[in-house]
């Protein structure tokens, strides 16, 4: 209680400096929670998008699709799709966390109209369980969502690209899973533009028995699992692995979207921008440590009193530390508070990405909304606090290791 008492007193006393270094971390973890907010929106973007489109939060599939992932094949299936969907809600463990369980079908094609081909890749569902996860039917700008056999919808930068319009016939060739070739008619029911440009430039949709009937398979490809949280899903994804041989299907697997390649792009991202928190608050900081060499200077007959009154040296080592690090405490909590203020703000109001996600082929809606979180906010305060107490060691060691007689007579 000493030791604080005399480091409040301390910084008391020339308040300008003290404004001064901790308005130096107030701006460091201000940008960094700012940051930190935007980061979190792509990321949430990217996961809640990759998702919904691609993988589920489990994905269910035959260990053959696995080795070829990348090709969609349509030779490899889950039998009887529709009897495994309904056993995993009332697998144990899962009640009450599992949303949604989709059967998919996806495959690559080459539509043409007239002189114009594009290659796109077509997404096959129930259209009723679609309208949670890819939701296309809120994107549409003309024409109408699924409604029976026959209808297909379209990206409005795909419709663009071949030509074509609502009403319009869309006539699909396609391998089968038979290996014979595949071919079905289509009447474009709608168009629709998400703003994600994977999707509006490279997808049409069409019911689920449309793309078995074209592709000749039974049950569905994939199943994807959604949960009520998407950190749920390496467990719920050991749950229903563990289940499936009792469930009458063996060759299948199931695995957590973390698992994904995806999943690992997303680790590594968040692990480099740690570090670069990490630098922008040393740096932020780092005044800390000129303000402190300044403080031991002007302070070093006082320094010389007290270490020839007896104080160890410890504690005078503790003494200028809490000083430095009630700098960065006072920085990083005001910093913080802002940031975190910011971020909510700018949560409601978005960040159009649109021209610059032009040519991003990721999953990413194109207005990001920053994500707010008071426990990471919380941890950046102990970051600032923290690093400023690191860039306050070398003048407090400095104080602590002074000869007090020299001290005394170098003023």
Request: glycine content about 10%.
């Amino acid at each position: 209680m000493r030791i604080l008492d005399m480091a409040l007193r301390n910084l008391g006393r020339n308040h300008r400096r003290t404004a001064l270094a901790a308005s130096s971390v107030f701006f460091a973890i201000m940008l960094i929670l700012i940051m930190n907010g935007l980061v979190n929106g792509f990321m949430e973007s990217m996961v809640r998008n990759y998702t919904k489109n691609d993988s589920g939060h489990v994905h269910i599939a035959t260990e053959g699709y696995r080795a070829r992932e990348r090709f969609m094949p349509i030779d490899e299936n889950v039998p009887d799709s529709a009897a495994l969907a309904a056993a995993i809600k009332e697998l144990d463990g899962l009640e009450g966390r599992v949303e949604i369980v989709a059967e998919r079908i996806r495959f690559g094609t080459l539509l043409s109209s007239g002189p114009a081909t594009k290659a796109a890749f077509g997404m096959a569902g129930d259209p009723e369980l679609e309208t949670e996860l890819v939701m296309l039917d809120r994107s549409i700008v003309e024409g109408r969502y699924l409604t029976g056999s026959g209808d297909a919808v379209l990206g409005a930068k795909l419709a663009e690209d071949l030509g074509l319009k609502v009403g319009d016939t869309l006539k699909v060739v396609t391998q089968r899973a038979d290996y014979g070739l595949g071919f079905k008619r289509f009447t474009i029911a709608g168009i629709f533009r998400t703003g994600v440009n994977t999707l509006d430039g490279n997808l049409f949709q069409i019911g689920l028995d449309d793309a078995r009937e074209l592709l000749a398979i039974e049950g569905a490809q994939q199943l994807l699992v959604m949960l009520d949280r998407s950190d749920f899903a390496p467990e719920a994804a050991r749950i229903i692995e563990a289940a499936l041989p009792g469930l009458g299907f063996s060759g299948l697997t199931a695995r957590p979207w973390q698992q994904d390649s995806f999943g690992g792009f997303i680790t590594l991202v968040s692990g480099v921008y740690w570090f670069m928190y990490l630098i922008f608050a040393a740096l932020g900081a780092f005044i800390i440590t000129n303000v402190m060499m300044m403080v031991v200077l002007e302070r070093k007959r006082e320094i010389g009193i007290m270490k020839s009154m007896g104080m160890p040296r410890r504690e005078l080592l503790g003494l200028f530390l809490l000083e430095g690090s009630l700098i960065g405490l006072t920085g990083s909590f005001l910093g913080s508070a802002v940031g975190t203020l910011l971020n909510w703000v700018f949560s409601k109001i978005g960040f159009d990405m649109t021209d610059a996600l032009a040519g991003f082929s990721w999953p990413l809606d194109n207005i990001i909304y920053p994500q707010v979180d008071l426990l990471q906010a919380l941890l950046f305060v102990g970051l600032g606090t923290l690093v400023a107490a690191a860039m306050a060691y070398l003048p407090s060691r400095s104080a602590s290791r002074m000869d007090p007689v020299e001290a005394i007579r170098s003023v």
